[in-house]
């Protein structure tokens, strides 16, 4: 007899994505101070400028290729891009600026055409539905808490095995049931995790990322993909704290446990798992190039920038800079919150970009077990 209840992942993808009711696909998403949520963007136009700066460090480090592309991927209303190309627009990157090409993945239609107004002073912009529509180019993938929102499915230990979290629909109910693994993938990643846990310890499983790497790698030539997200790594991620799973949703800045609670009017968030995500982007052939969080990342792609400050304490616009500067880099808040992986692929001869100079203690953080 079929199995009437849906993975999470369907769920999931069903409640962000579906044309008509989904939280993003619709546009019902909000984010900023009069939204659901707050993101890196929302601070103000720093983290673009920390972006342009590294974006200018890679470029140098690839040789000053011409064309230089930058792909975006889940670029919301365009704020982010903007803010990068309007710092790229400084006469100190006047080389780089002029060989740019900024390309936004974008699946919406809504969307797009929202970045589209916002960026329409800018002629070296295009956008792309997926990534196969991409293409081949020199330069970096970037997205900014993008990998959160990819679906998850949801494995919970039962003390003696792994079994899957499943939804139950009855009319306009949802609920929880626990059903053996039937996704040999599913059971390739159960059989990856301890057995010492706590019964009803939850684990997230994200299926769709090596697809996503894979997509991306055929595509570029030589380049970089940055991750900026939130997450666990190594033995953190079986810590008793997270016992209960991270899947979080968020409205009005308020966060809710429950996912299946009113779904297609909030945010559903899981964190992601970086030492999984590193692990396959090595299958892959990717280079790690630094793995730091927002803390010691920032103060690496801004610390020239930093010392210019000098002279300039007083000015306006450099005490906005660093009253943003704060809240992004602060231990308690965004700056241990939110980290960041490189994944180089042909880059040869390169010494380590500025941004990850600082890593704490990096790549070894992913796994312990890992010699790099």
């Known amino acids: 007899m079929p199995d009437p209840s849906l993975c999470f992942a369907t769920f999931m993808q069903r409640a962000l994505y579906d044309p008509k009711h989904g939280y993003y696909a619709s546009g019902r998403v909000r984010i900023g101070k009069e939204g659901d949520f707050y993101t890196n963007v929302s601070v ?12 200018q460090d890679l ?15 889940g670029a919301h209303d365009g704020r982010l891009a903007l803010d990068i190309l309007e710092a790229l627009q400084a006469e100190e990157y006047e080389e780089l600026f002029a060989c740019t090409q ?24 295009s956008w792309a539905r997926e990534l196969a529509q991409l293409p081949r180019f020199i330069g970096v993938h970037f997205s900014n808490e993008l990998l959160d929102a990819f679906p998850v499915h949801i494995l919970t230990w039962s003390g003696k095995e792994w079994l899957e979290k499943r939804v139950r629909q009855e009319k306009q109910c949802f609920s929880w049931v626990n059903t053996p693994i039937k996704k040999k993938k599913l059971h390739a990643v159960a059989a990856t995790l301890p057995t010492d846990l706590s019964p009803g310890f939850l684990w997230e499983a994200r299926l769709n990322i090596a697809p996503w790497l894979d997509a991306i790698a055929q595509r570029m030539e030589r380049g970089m993909i940055l991750i900026a997200d939130y997450g666990y790594f190594g033995e953190h991620r079986f810590a008793p704290y997270r016992a209960e799973g991270s899947i979080a949703c968020y409205h009005n800045h308020r966060r809710y446990n429950d996912p299946l609670e009113k779904p297609g009017s909030r945010d559903i968030s899981a964190h992601v798992d970086f030492t999984a995500l590193a692990n396959t982007a090595r299958e ?7 793995f730091s969080d927002q ?5 690496g792609a801004l610390e020239q920038w930093l010392h210019r400050l000098d002279g300039h304490l007083q000015n306006a616009s450099t005490q906005a800079y660093l009253r943003q500067l704060k809240t992004l880099l602060h231990p308690e808040t965004m700056g241990r919150q939110f980290h960041f992986l490189g994944l180089g692929k042909a880059i040869e001869n390169r010494p380590p970009l500025g941004c990850f100079r600082y890593e704490r203690p990096g790549i ?7 010699s790099y």
């Open 284 to 290: 892959q052939d990717f280079e790690l190039l630094g």
């Open 59 to 73: 470029w140098e480090k690839l040789g000053k290729p011409k064309p230089f592309s930058i792909i975006e991927q």
């Open 295 to 299: 803390h010691h990342f920032m103060i």
């Open 102 to 125: 900024y390309v936004i993945v974008e699946p919406f239609l809504f969307h797009e055409q929202r970045q589209k107004e916002r960026l329409k002073a800018f002629k070296n912009i």
């Open 44 to 55: 103000g136009p720093i983290y673009g400028k920390t972006l342009a700066l590294l974006f």
């Open 364 to 370: 070894r953080q992913l796994n312990p077990h890992i």
